[in-house]
Nanobody, 125 residues
Framework: QVQLVESGGGSVQAGGSLRLSCAAS????????MGWFRQAPEKEREFVAA????????YYGDSVKGRFTISRDNAKNTVYLQMNSLKPEDTAVYYC??????????????????WGQGTQVTVSS
């Protein structure tokens, strides 16, 4: 099993920045891909970004490209999501997720096996 704990959420004004962290523990060597998803009230869970633990390839959802950056620190078993130029529509609960399968799908929630509890991000206009 892998445990994921997010931190770094909060409230910020439009145009501001936040950095989310996701600390992984347990059988972290079994994780192939780490991803970030978000879910706003009454909306479906949306893919934000993903990173391969080995190699570091990164992927982004269209709505965050050029504003968000995903990165990892293998030594700390931690994944980060740097969020810049935040907009009110970025307001959501952000979830960290881990996928233990070396598949090609990285932007669908069903592909992920492990989930954190979520952290709230609120962007005011």
């Amino acid at each position: 099993q892998v445990q994921l704990v997010e931190s770094g959420g909060g409230s910020v004004q439009a145009g501001g920045s936040l950095r989310l962290s996701c600390a992984a523990s347990g059988r972290t060597l079994s994780v192939y891909t780490m991803g970030w998803f978000r879910q706003a009230p009454e909306k479906e869970r949306e893919f934000v970004a993903a990173i391969r633990w080995s190699g570091g390839s990164t992927y982004y959802g269209d709505s965050v490209k050029g504003r968000f950056t995903i990165s990892r620190d293998n030594a700390k078993n931690t994944v980060y999501l740097q969020m810049n130029s935040l907009k009110p529509e970025d307001t959501a609960v952000y979830y960290c997720a881990g996928d233990r399968n070396p598949g090609i799908i990285y932007n669908r929630a069903y592909a992920y096996d492990y989930w954190g509890q979520g952290t709230q991000v609120t962007v005011s206009s």
